[in-house]
């Protein structure tokens, strides 16, 4: 089966097409991928989802790499905030 994952870096996204056997897990679309070497802090997704590593895969998913947030959402709210008062 055939899969995309792409991932979204600050300086442009990077796109692997990868073909993986049948039963495949998106761990494994994303080790064929070589796009990042270490998992850990890193979330992903099929079609804007949220998947797990054990996800079973079907032809023709599209795996997002998502980074971690730089800031808090919330907290850089808080200091626009307080910069405008």
Do not use: W
Request: aromatic share 6%.
């Amino acid at each position: 089966m055939k899969v995309e994952v792409v991932y979204a870096r600050p300086d442009g996204a990077q796109v692997a097409s990868v073909s993986l056997p049948a039963g495949a897990t998106l761990r494994d679309a994303l080790a064929a991928s070589n796009l990042v070497d270490d998992l850990e802090g890193y979330s992903f997704g099929i079609f804007g989802k949220r998947a797990a590593l054990d996800h079973p895969l079907a032809e023709g998913d599209r795996i997002e790499i998502y980074r971690p947030l730089a800031a808090d959402p919330k907290e850089a709210r808080r200091l626009r905030a307080r910069k405008k008062r």
